[in-house]
T-cell receptor, first 112, second 114 residues
Framework: NAGVTQTPKFQVLKTGQSMTLQCAQDMNHEYMSWYRQDPGMGLRLIHYSVGAGITDQGEVPNGYNVSRSTTEDFPLRLLSAAPSQTSVYFC???????????FGPGTRLTVT | LAKTTQPISMDSYEGQEVNITCSHNNIATNDYITWYQQFPSQGPRFIIQGYKTKVTNEVASLFIPADRKSSTLSLPRVSLSDTAVYYCLVGSPMFSGGYNKLIFGAGTRLAVHP
């Protein structure tokens, strides 16, 4: 099993550009989430999904979109990048009956 | 979700036992206590989860008193590689009303010194 994979590992964007962060898991987990982590801070939940076709907002959803067309994939779209979105983004997955969540390696995003 | 309070930072030395306490006064009946570990530049990693009394695995022990208003993560004989941020989370993964969000606080930054 590859677990949770994320691409790219690093990305630099200019203000106003859009992009998609990719996330995939091969553990057949129902739940998937996106978090952002700013320097020296804990993780904040952006969006989550409880299954294919079902998504909802977390704590800090503004400026981001998600979709879940398959169990395996959960891409995060930045609509119009802003410097405030400079952060490390983590994707995670788990089953519906456990808090044992598996995290990807993260994407370090810089918006200039 | 129950709010948690844990120390911002702790220092220890190699070979010592480290105990990190988390306070969760408004824990609900169905809530479990879960701890994660995060190394720099990596995603968090699940360490241990418990409901009451004591849980032990190959990495750590989790002590939960009868009133469940606090919990203590115990790391035996720490090494330099245990330097990390440790997060305490409280919630019920089997909440029937739907997804129960995992909310991470700032965590406890543990520094292990030679």
């Amino acid at each position: 099993n590859a677990g949770v994979t994320q691409t790219p590992k690093f990305q630099v964007l200019k203000t106003g550009q859009s992009m998609t962060l990719q996330c995939a898991q091969d553990m057949n987990h129902e739940y998937m989430s996106w978090y952002r982590q700013d320097p020296g801070m804990g993780l904040r939940l952006i969006h989550y999904s409880v299954g294919a076709g079902i998504t909802d907002q977390g704590e800090v959803p503004n400026g981001y979109n998600v979709s879940r067309s398959t169990t395996e994939d959960f891409p995060l779209r930045l609509l119009s990048a802003a410097p405030s979105q400079t952060s490390v983004y983590f994707c995670a997955s788990r089953t519906s009956v456990s808090y044992e969540q598996y995290f990807g390696p993260g994407t370090r995003l810089t918006v200039t | 979700l129950a709010k948690t309070t844990q120390p911002i930072s702790m220092d220890s030395y190699e070979g010592q036992e480290v105990n990190i306490t988390c306070s969760h006064n408004n824990i609900a009946t169905n809530d479990y206590i879960t701890w994660y570990q995060q190394f720099p530049s990596q995603g968090p990693r699940f360490i241990i989860q418990g409901y009451k009394t004591k849980v032990t695995n190959e990495v750590a022990s989790l002590f939960i008193p009868a009133d469940r208003k606090s919990s203590t993560l115990s790391l035996p004989r720490v090494s330099l590689s245990d330097t990390a941020v440790y997060y305490c989370l409280v919630g019920s993964p089997m909440f029937s009303g739907g997804y129960n969000k995992l909310i991470f606080g700032a965590g406890t930054r543990l520094a292990v010194h030679p």
